[in-house]
């Protein structure tokens, strides 16, 4: 069992910046992927982001340039570097492990873009 606690949401104005972090429990962190997701209200659940065991990581296109991923595998932590904030990134975002069949999800934590 894998526990994840996302941090670092908020309120922040377009083209602002904010760290998200997400804590995982367990001893095996470094062989999972870990991907951020974000739901904004109303629309579906979509990939942002995602690392792999091994640190190769890929975006989706409508973040490519602003937001970096990246893990700390002595700490069990994924982060999310979101620079250049538009209110179309306004989201709950969630943190998801997986690791072959099994997948693990946190709680969100909210990302408020505006001024």
């Known amino acids: 069992q894998v526990q994840l606690v996302e941090s670092g949401g908020g309120l922040v104005q377009p083209g602002g910046s904010l760290r998200l972090s997400c804590a995982a429990s367990g001893s095996i962190f470094r062989l999972y992927a870990m991907r951020w997701y974000r739901q904004a209200p109303g629309k579906q659940r979509e990939l942002v982001s995602a690392i792999t065991s091994g640190g190769d990581t890929n975006y989706a296109d409508a973040v490519k340039g602003r937001f970096t991923i990246s893990r700390d595998n002595a700490k069990n932590t994924v982060y999310l570097q979101m620079n250049s904030l538009k209110p179309e990134d306004t989201a709950v975002y969630y943190c998801?492990?997986?690791?072959?069949?099994?997948?693990?999800w946190g709680q969100g934590t909210q990302v408020l873009v505006s001024s």
């Open positions: 998801n492990a997986a690791l072959e069949v099994i997948s693990y």
